[in-house]
C-alpha cells in the first residue's frame, strides 16, 4: 500500500513525538486497587455506604459558593488545556474534581440494578466495578473535555427548529469539515495509522470509513448527536452466506482485547452497516461513508430503518451501474438471522455514575452530556425498531482507543504522528481548536498570520523557526480551514476562493508526498457542494466527478447522476485543470529544529 506520510512521518520522528495540545495520552494517575471499590455483590444489591462519606451530613459539605466556585475552576483549567501547552491544567483540575466531591455518598458511585446487568452482559467484571470508582482520573478530565468539544459543536452547528432539521445540520457539517482518506494512509514506514477518536479527527480533518470497522466519521457525527441529547447508533446485521470479514491489524493484540474476545465468545459478529439516530422515536438513517442520507421514499427527506426495510427502491437507489453493488438491501436485513443489531459507543465515560453527577451540577454555559444509560437506550430502540430489533451492543472499537490511548505506547506515537503539525510549538492546534469552538474570527486571524511566513518562530520558543517542510503544511491547513470556515458561516464567495487555491497548489497525492495533498479531493467536494447550492449544476458536474479513491466518491457520483437525469440534454461537463506537478523535494536540514 502506498504511503502518503513518509516526509511528515519523519519529520516526526526527527523532532521527537512531543505531545500536541489536546493529545496528551499520559498514563492515568494511580488509582486505588479494584478490589476495595464497593461494588454490587449481585444485581440490585447497594453497597453499603462510608458513615465518613454521608452526603447527607452538613457538616461535611463546603458551602454552596465555595463548591461552585471549585467547579467552575475545574472547568476552566480543562478549557484552558487545549490552548495552554505543558501546563498541570489536567492534574490540577481532576484535583479539584476530587475535592469538589469530597463528602459524596458512595451509594452514588454505583450502577443502578438495570444498568449494572447490561453492562455485565457486555463487558469483564473488572471493567464495571472500574466504572463505579468514586476517584477522579484523567480519564475523566479527557472525557469532559471532549465532550465540552462536542456540545458546543453540536448545538451551535445544530441551531433551532425541529429534530430531524438539526440533526441534519450536523451531518452536514461532519461531511463538509471531515474528509475521508483511504485506510492506512495517515500512517509511515515507521508508524502504522490507527484508529483515533472523534477528537484527534476534528483536529486534522481527516478521517477513514473501510469496511464497516473503520468508522471514524460515523464515530463523531454519533459523538455530536448524543450532544443534541439524540440516542444513535451503528446498524449491523448478519448474513448466513458471508463468511466473518476480516479485519486487518496493524498492532499485535492487547491484553484488553484479549479479554474482551474471551468474555465474548459467541456466534460471528454482525456487518455493521450505517449510522442510525433516534429522532422523535423514529430511526432515521445516515451513511457517513457516502457523505450521504439515505434519501426518503420519494427521493427526498432521509429514510428511516423501517422504511427501508418496506420498501426495496430506497436502497436501490444508492446502486451505481459500473460500481460496485450498495452491499445492503432490504432482502438483506430482512433476511438477517440476527435481526437488526444497534452498536453504540463504549466509551466509558458515558457510563460512570460520578458522570451522571457531574452533569446533574453543570448549567449554562458549562452545560454538557457526559452521561447515557444504555440500559434506557437499549429500550429506546427497542420500541423504535419493534419486531426487527435484535438487540444492543457495545461497539468495540471506542473502548478499545481509549484503552491504547493511555496503554500502549506505539499506538500513541502513531496519532501523534498523523497529528505532528498540530504539535504545541507550532501555530495550527491553536487556530483549529478557536474554529472548532465557534470562535471564528480569532481563528481567521490566526491562520492569516501564520500562513506564508518565512522563518516564523516556534510558539514555544521564539529562539527557534519552524522547519520548511512543517511551514508548507501549515499554509495548506490554514488555507483549507479558512476555506471550512467560511462554509460554515455560510461566506460561499470567500469559501470557494480557499478551495480553488488548495487545487492550484496542491499536486495529486501519491507515494513519497505529504498526506495533506489529499485535501484536493476535501476542495473539489466541497466545490461541488458550494456551485450545487447557488444551482449551477453543471459547474458542480466536474468536481462531484472528480477523482477521490474513498467510499464518498460514490456518494458524488450519485449527485452527478441526479443531476444528469434531471437535465439529460445539457451540456457535457468541462475537465478541470490538471494538478500541478510536484515540487522538488526541499533538503532536509540535520537538524530540522535547530534555530535559524
Known amino acids: 500500500?502506498?504511503?502518503?506520510?513518509?516526509?511528515?512521518?519523519?519529520?516526526?520522528?526527527?523532532?521527537?513525538?512531543?505531545?500536541?495540545?489536546?493529545?496528551?495520552?499520559?498514563?492515568?494517575?494511580?488509582?486505588?486497587?479494584?478490589?476495595?471499590?464497593?461494588?454490587?455483590?449481585?444485581?440490585?444489591?447497594?453497597?453499603?455506604?462510608?458513615?465518613?462519606?454521608?452526603?447527607?451530613?452538613?457538616?461535611?459539605?463546603?458551602?454552596?459558593?465555595?463548591?461552585?466556585?471549585?467547579?467552575?475552576?475545574?472547568?476552566?483549567?480543562?478549557?484552558?488545556?487545549?490552548?495552554?501547552?505543558?501546563?498541570?491544567?489536567?492534574?490540577?483540575?481532576?484535583?479539584?474534581?476530587?475535592?469538589?466531591?469530597?463528602?459524596?455518598?458512595?451509594?452514588?458511585?454505583?450502577?443502578?440494578?438495570?444498568?449494572?446487568?447490561?453492562?455485565?452482559?457486555?463487558?469483564?467484571?473488572?471493567?464495571?466495578?472500574?466504572?463505579?470508582?468514586?476517584?477522579?482520573?484523567?480519564?475523566?478530565?479527557?472525557?469532559?473535555?471532549?465532550?465540552?468539544?462536542?456540545?458546543?459543536?453540536?448545538?451551535?452547528?445544530?441551531?433551532?427548529?425541529?429534530?430531524?432539521?438539526?440533526?441534519?445540520?450536523?451531518?452536514?457539517?461532519?461531511?463538509?469539515?471531515?474528509?475521508?482518506?483511504?485506510?492506512?494512509?495517515?500512517?509511515?514506514?515507521?508508524?502504522?495509522?490507527?484508529?483515533?477518536?472523534?477528537?484527534?479527527?476534528?483536529?486534522?480533518?481527516?478521517?477513514?470509513?473501510?469496511?464497516?470497522?473503520?468508522?471514524?466519521?460515523?464515530?463523531?457525527?454519533?459523538?455530536?448527536?448524543?450532544?443534541?441529547?439524540?440516542?444513535?447508533?451503528?446498524?449491523?446485521?448478519?448474513?448466513?452466506?458471508?463468511?466473518?470479514?476480516?479485519?486487518?491489524?496493524y498492532l499485535p493484540m492487547t491484553e484488553f482485547e484479549a479479554d474482551l474476545l474471551k468474555f465474548r465468545r459467541g456466534p460471528k459478529?454482525?456487518?455493521?452497516?450505517?449510522?442510525?439516530?433516534?429522532?422523535?422515536?423514529?430511526?432515521?438513517?445516515?451513511?457517513?461513508?457516502?457523505?450521504?442520507?439515505?434519501?426518503?421514499?420519494?427521493?427526498?427527506?432521509?429514510?428511516?430503518?423501517?422504511?427501508?426495510?418496506?420498501?426495496?427502491?430506497?436502497?436501490?437507489?444508492?446502486?451505481?451501474?459500473?460500481?460496485?453493488?450498495?452491499?445492503?438491501?432490504?432482502?438483506s436485513l430482512i433476511g438477517s438471522p440476527s435481526k437488526i443489531t444497534v452498536f453504540i459507543d463504549s466509551s466509558q465515560g458515558y457510563f460512570s455514575p460520578k458522570m451522571r453527577l457531574l452533569q446533574r451540577d453543570l448549567g449554562g454555559k458549562n452545560r454538557t452530556i457526559l452521561f447515557r444509560d444504555p440500559a434506557d437506550e437499549r429500550e429506546r430502540f427497542r420500541e423504535a425498531l419493534g419486531d426487527h430489533f435484535g438487540g444492543l451492543t457495545l461497539w468495540a472499537l471506542p473502548l478499545e482507543v481509549e484503552t491504547r490511548l493511555f496503554t500502549d505506547p506505539q499506538f500513541v506515537a502513531s496519532i501523534q504522528s498523523s497529528l505532528v503539525l498540530f504539535r504545541p510549538e507550532f501555530p495550527l492546534v491553536y487556530a483549529r481548536v478557536k474554529q472548532l469552538r465557534g470562535e471564528s474570527e480569532a481563528a481567521v486571524l490566526d491562520y492569516v498570520g501564520f500562513s506564508q511566513l518565512e522563518n516564523a518562530p516556534l510558539v514555544t520558543d521564539k529562539h527557534k523557526t519552524i522547519p520548511k517542510e512543517v511551514q508548507d503544511g501549515l499554509d495548506v491547513y490554514a488555507t483549507y480551514y479558512l476555506g471550512l470556515v467560511h462554509l460554515e458561516r455560510k461566506r460561499l464567495d470567500q469559501a470557494e476562493t480557499m478551495f480553488r487555491q488548495i487545487l492550484e497548489k496542491l499536486p495529486e497525492p501519491g507515494p513519497n508526498l505529504p498526506y495533506y495533498n489529499m485535501f484536493r479531493w476535501g476542495a473539489a467536494a466541497n466545490l461541488a457542494s458550494i456551485l450545487d447550492a447557488r444551482k449551477d449544476y453543471r459547474g458542480a458536474l466536474p468536481y462531484y466527478l472528480a477523482p477521490d479513491p474513498t467510499s464518498q466518491r460514490v456518494g458524488k457520483l450519485l449527485r452527478a447522476r441526479q443531476i444528469v437525469l434531471e437535465d439529460p440534454m445539457g451540456p457535457a461537463p468541462a475537465a478541470l485543470p490538471p494538478a500541478p506537478p510536484p515540487k522538488p523535494a526541499t533538503p532536509r536540514p540535520a537538524n530540522p529544529s535547530a534555530p535559524r
Open 1 to 249: 500500500m502506498n504511503r502518503f506520510m513518509n516526509d511528515l512521518g519523519a519529520l516526526a520522528m526527527a523532532l521527537g513525538l512531543a505531545l500536541s495540545a489536546g493529545c496528551d495520552y499520559s498514563a492515568p494517575e494511580t488509582l486505588p486497587e479494584l478490589e476495595s471499590i464497593p461494588v454490587r455483590a449481585s444485581a440490585g444489591a447497594v453497597a453499603d455506604s462510608d458513615p465518613a462519606d454521608s452526603r447527607g451530613s452538613s457538616a461535611t459539605l463546603r458551602a454552596d459558593d465555595q463548591r461552585s466556585a471549585i467547579l467552575e475552576s475545574s472547568i476552566t483549567l480543562i478549557q484552558r488545556a487545549a490552548l495552554k501547552p505543558g501546563g498541570d491544567n489536567f492534574k490540577l483540575a481532576v484535583q479539584k474534581l476530587n475535592h469538589y466531591f469530597d463528602g459524596t455518598s458512595l451509594a452514588d458511585y454505583q450502577l443502578d440494578a438495570t444498568m449494572f446487568n447490561y453492562l455485565s452482559t457486555q463487558l469483564p467484571p473488572q471493567m464495571v466495578r472500574e466504572l463505579q470508582n468514586r476517584n477522579w482520573s484523567l480519564r475523566d478530565a479527557r472525557h469532559l473535555e471532549d465532550c465540552m468539544m462536542y456540545y458546543g459543536i453540536a448545538n451551535r452547528v445544530a441551531g433551532t427548529g425541529e429534530n430531524l432539521t438539526r440533526v441534519r445540520r450536523v451531518f452536514d457539517w461532519v461531511v463538509h469539515q471531515i474528509q475521508l482518506v483511504p485506510a492506512g494512509l495517515l500512517g509511515s514506514n515507521q508508524l502504522p495509522q490507527v484508529f483515533a477518536r472523534p477528537y484527534d479527527v476534528l483536529l486534522r480533518g481527516m478521517a477513514t470509513e473501510s469496511g464497516g470497522f473503520w468508522a471514524e466519521r460515523s464515530w463523531l457525527f454519533m459523538s455530536l448527536c448524543r450532544q443534541l441529547g439524540m440516542d444513535s447508533g451503528l446498524v449491523a446485521y448478519s448474513r448466513s452466506d458471508t463468511l466473518e470479514p476480516m479485519i486487518p491489524r
Open 269 to 331: 459478529p454482525p456487518l455493521i452497516w450505517i449510522c442510525t439516530v433516534l429522532i422523535d422515536g423514529k430511526p432515521y438513517l445516515f451513511d457517513a461513508r457516502l457523505g450521504l442520507e439515505v434519501p426518503g421514499a420519494d427521493g427526498k427527506g432521509v429514510a428511516t430503518l423501517d422504511q427501508a426495510m418496506a420498501d426495496p427502491e430506497i436502497l436501490e437507489r444508492m446502486n451505481l451501474p459500473g460500481e460496485s453493488p450498495y452491499g445492503t438491501s432490504r432482502a
